[in-house]
Each structure stands twice: as structure tokens, then as C-alpha cells.
């Protein structure tokens, strides 16, 4: 379904249409109204990726994409669809995946570290207002200036309990640092610890390189992330999740240049989650890695509704438009319409307003780049049928897939090793230890002087006023001797990029 250098998408009855592997990096939307056919042209796209040797990330929504680990079976409407398309080497195949679930049931854990989010993507999940955001900003970089990893969400809630133990000490550097804020915070991230969001941190980490490998064939691995439990849970997380993955691939890769066929490809579904309720800030970082990632050899293809989900800085990038029937019922999907027809290349053959609301099941409106980056005009195409199985798997055959996985026992089992959490909890005990044992040893020694001080005294006419004791008590010592520690490890700075998180190159 696939040559060297293009990817088949469909046909319309005289050619067939497709995409340019060369361009593939130029990234792409699939959308459409519910039930026109999205998920089959994801299905298709993503593993004709994989057949020409390039790893694919999918989110799985539904859990119907499980059936890319199925060969699919023939039918009366797959025939007729592949004759009238031409697919002369269309035959029914699996393909290689491995499965991935942030709370482990339905795939591998995918985890990260508190430090990896950062503050920004935090912030945003929180729904933080801008002093609470300037307050978690401020617990990242005392982390981060004294080189102390936050891993998990008792690292984080440490952190912030020493923050406001030692808001006076810290806000000269700092700035204020409230109770307040504090409180709004850790109990939001109880909110969301109920929603899942403790098991998606810790470790070990996902290793983004772990979703770019190959089959001994050549075929690039699928790695289908099941959100089904997610997304219903917390929209919210999902979207961080995606965003994080995001950061991660374009703080982690080198540049690359265009290639002949990207490196790595990454469809988002429900799209819009990605932007609902995002800080313009956030938005803003958004549109600007989508902008350069693709100079690392990595394709985003974004799954949605209606094509005005996507913020119009990041649709203007979009190489590859793949556009099922929309619904034109009231005004405003009427003007949606417009806009969407207004955004194609014209084609003199037809009117792309007259024809988006009469597309039927998995026809779309088609537009791609040609060898130069040129948007060609918008085709009405059938879309490609694909060669895994339409729908999902059974439980069997997910766990047999789940135990092939060659990183199956390599994220099986969290690590809680020294973090944050204890590393503060440790040094605490240390030193308010070793300020009360400064304390007995300067009592004792205060005794005895004072006692000789006395036998002396006696035999003086008139004795002199003791001084004024100036040691520090053990809340003081403990205190500056923390401050000391973290000061000490200034030298040892976290950097973070574009989206907050860790810079990695």
C-alpha cells in the first residue's frame, strides 16, 4: 500500500492519493464529525508509517486501534473499496506493537518525574491562578538551583511543606512565597491523585527512545498509549500527558533536517483537549515546538472534530489535511464550513463547500505537499482500507501481545529510590540531631565555665556580669545549616526548554 518514497492515502476512481514520506514531517489533521471514518484513516495512515520503517505513537481513545496487532479479514466492502481504489498489493497483515497505559493494566506504565513536567505543563494541569503559579514556579527552581530531582508526589508536597516552613529565608531570592498558595496547591494535587495522577509519577521514566525502534523486518513499531480509563477520568491529565510526550521527543532528539522518511510520527486524538483551557503562554509554546520539531525528522498528526479545534498558528503548519463529512446544521456549522473550504486549495472540479457536508462513510476531502512543500489542490477521496483488523482485540490477545513486549520488564516495576521527599526528611533528622548534640556539648561547656566562673567571683569583692549567651537554638542551626547544603549545591543547576521540561541534549 506503500512505495519507497509515498504513502497511499486513497483514490478517487483515476489516480490513486497520496503522501510524500519526504513531507511527512510537515505534519497533518484528521477530522471530521463522529462516525464518518477518522479512526480508519488514522488506523491506515499510522501503519503504513510502520510499513515503510517508521515507529508510530498512537493514542488510542476508544480501544478500537487495538486491532492494529490483528490481521485483518476480508469483506464484501473492503474488496470493493481496494478494486475501486487500486490497491494491487493490498493483503490482511498484524502489526508490531507494544501497548503502553499510564496506570499499567491495559499496557506498560508510562511514568515521569515531577522535574520532567516542569513548572509550566504543572501549572496548567493545577489550573493554578498567577500567584499560586508564581509560587510553583518558585518550588522548581529551589529544586532545581540546588540540583534536587523531584520524582514523585510526596518529593513535590515535601518540597512545598519546606517552602512554607522557610518563606522568610526564601523570599528575598525567591519572592513571597504564601500559606495560601501553598494550601491551593497540595489540594489540587489531592484532587488529582485521586484521578490517577500519583501513579503516572515516578519511576523508571519512560525513555523516549523506547518508542522509536524497529521490528527485525524493518516495520517501525506501533506504540498504541490506551487512554480510555484516562481520558475519562481527567481530561486535563490526558492532555498533559500528550504534552509532556511532546516536550520530551523535541527536548531529547537532535536536529535532523529533512530526510527522505521522518523519524519518528506521533497522532494525538481528541485534539482540542490539547488547547481547552490553556494559558496563552502555553499556547504559545505549543505552536512554537510543533514549528521546530519538525526539523528534528518528527511528524504530528492531530485527530479532532472540526479542524477550528486547532489554534490557527499551528492549522497554518499543517501539510497534510485529511477532512471526512462535517454536519452543517445551524449558522455557526455553516460558517464553519466557509472556513473550512476557504483553508483548501481550490480544485476547478468541484465546490469543497458543496461537497465536505455529502462525503459518505470513509470518503474525506484530501490535500497534501508535493516534492516542493506546495499544498496540492483537494482531492474527494475513498479512503484506503487498512490491513489490521477494524475494531478491537480481545483480552488474550492484548496480554499475549503485552508479554512479547521487549521493554515489558524494563517498566513493570516502580523504583522509589532517594528523592527529594527523603533526601529533606533525612537531612532534617540529621541535623536537628546534630543541632541538639551541639546544643547538650555548649550546655555542658556553659555549666562549666559558669561554675568556675562562680568559684572565682567568691573571691573577688564584686563580681562581673555573666555575658549573654549567643549560640543559636536548634530551630536556627537547623535552618541555616539546610540553607548552607542547598547554597552549596548552586554549581549543579537544572537547564529546561522550550516546555518546562528538563533539558536533555
Not at 80 to 92: G, K, N, T
Not at 176 to 204: H, K, W, Y
Not at 238 to 246: E, K, Q, R
Amino acid at each position: 500500500m506503500h512505495s519507497t518514497s509515498h504513502l497511499i492515502l486513497g483514490g478517487n476512481g483515476q489516480r490513486h492519493i497520496s503522501l510524500n514520506l519526504k513531507m511527512a514531517n510537515r505534519h497533518g489533521l484528521i477530522a471530521g464529525a463522529t462516525g464518518t471514518g477518522k479512526t480508519v484513516s488514522l488506523q491506515t495512515l499510522s501503519e503504513q508509517f510502520s510499513q515503510a520503517g517508521v515507529p508510530v505513537f498512537v493514542v488510542d481513545v476508544k480501544g478500537d486501534l487495538s486491532g492494529l496487532a490483528s490481521a485483518g479479514k476480508a469483506h464484501p466492502k473492503i474488496t470493493e473499496r481496494v478494486d475501486y481504489i487500486r490497491l494491487e498489493q493490498h493483503q490482511f497483515s498484524p502489526n508490531p506493537v507494544v501497548f503502553w497505559d499510564v496506570f499499567g493494566q491495559s499496557g506498560q506504565a508510562i511514568r515521569t518525574t515531577v522535574s520532567e513536567i516542569g513548572p509550566l505543563l504543572m501549572a496548567n494541569l493545577l489550573e493554578l491562578n498567577d500567584t499560586q503559579t508564581g509560587v510553583l514556579y518558585a518550588c522548581f527552581k529551589i529544586a532545581d538551583d540546588s540540583g534536587l530531582l523531584l520524582l514523585d508526589l510526596d518529593d513535590l508536597v515535601s518540597m512545598l511543606n519546606y517552602m512554607g516552613d522557610n518563606a522568610k529565608e526564601f523570599k528575598t531570592q525567591y519572592g513571597n512565597i504564601t500559606s495560601s498558595s501553598i494550601g491551593a496547591i497540595q489540594r489540587r494535587l489531592m484532587v488529582l491523585d485521586e484521578q490517577g495522577f500519583g501513579q503516572f509519577l515516578g519511576e523508571p521514566a519512560l525513555d523516549i527512545h523506547d518508542l522509536m525502534k524497529t521490528d527485525m523486518s524493518g516495520r517501525g513499531m506501533m506504540n498504541i498509549f490506551d487512554v480510555s480509563q484516562l481520558i475519562h477520568k481527567s481530561p486535563k491529565l490526558y492532555a498533559t500527558v500528550l504534552l509532556w510526550l511532546l516536550s520530551e521527543v523535541f527536548e531529547t532528539l537532535p536536529e535532523a533536517g529533512d530526510l527522505e522518511k521522518p523519524k519518528f510520527v506521533m497522532f494525538f486524538d481528541e485534539a482540542h483537549l490539547l488547547f481547552d483551557g490553556a494559558s496563552k503562554v502555553l499556547v504559545d509554546k505549543i505552536e512554537q515546538v510543533v514549528r521546530l520539531i519538525r526539523s528534528k525528522s518528527v511528524g504530528i498528526y492531530f485527530i479532532s472534530q472540526s479542524p477550528l479545534d486547532i489554534p490557527e498558528d499551528i492549522a497554518g503548519q499543517l501539510g497534510l489535511k485529511v477532512q471526512h463529512a462535517l454536519r452543517a446544521f445551524t449558522p455557526k456549522d455553516k460558517k464553519t464550513v466557509a472556513a473550512l473550504a476557504d483553508s483548501f486549495r481550490a480544485n476547478e472540479n468541484f465546490s469543497v463547500a458543496g461537497v465536505i457536508t455529502q462525503l459518505g462513510m470513509g470518503e474525506a476531502l484530501v490535500s497534501s505537499l508535493d516534492e516542493n512543500g506546495i499544498p496540492t489542490p483537494v482531492e474527494r477521496t475513498l479512503m484506503s482500507p487498512p490491513s489490521s483488523q477494524i475494531g478491537p482485540i480481545d483480552t488474550a490477545q492484548r496480554s499475549e501481545q503485552m508479554q512479547r513486549s521487549p521493554t515489558q520488564a524494563k517498566y513493570v516495576q516502580s523504583i522509589n529510590r532517594e528523592s527529594a521527599h527523603e533526601m529533606l526528611a533525612q537531612r532534617s533528622a540529621d541535623m536537628l540531631a546534630a543541632a541538639q548534640h551541639e546544643e547538650h556539648v555548649e550546655a555542658e561547656a556553659h555549666k562549666q565555665a559558669e561554675l568556675q566562673h562562680a568559684q572565682q567571683a567568691s573571691a573577688k569583692a564584686k563580681a562581673k556580669p555573666a555575658r549573654r549567651s549567643n549560640r543559636q537554638g536548634v530551630g536556627e542551626s537547623l535552618l541555616k545549616s539546610i540553607s548552607r547544603a542547598i547554597g552549596s549545591q548552586i554549581g549543579r543547576q537544572l537547564v529546561r526548554g522550550v516546555l518546562g521540561s528538563l533539558f536533555k541534549r
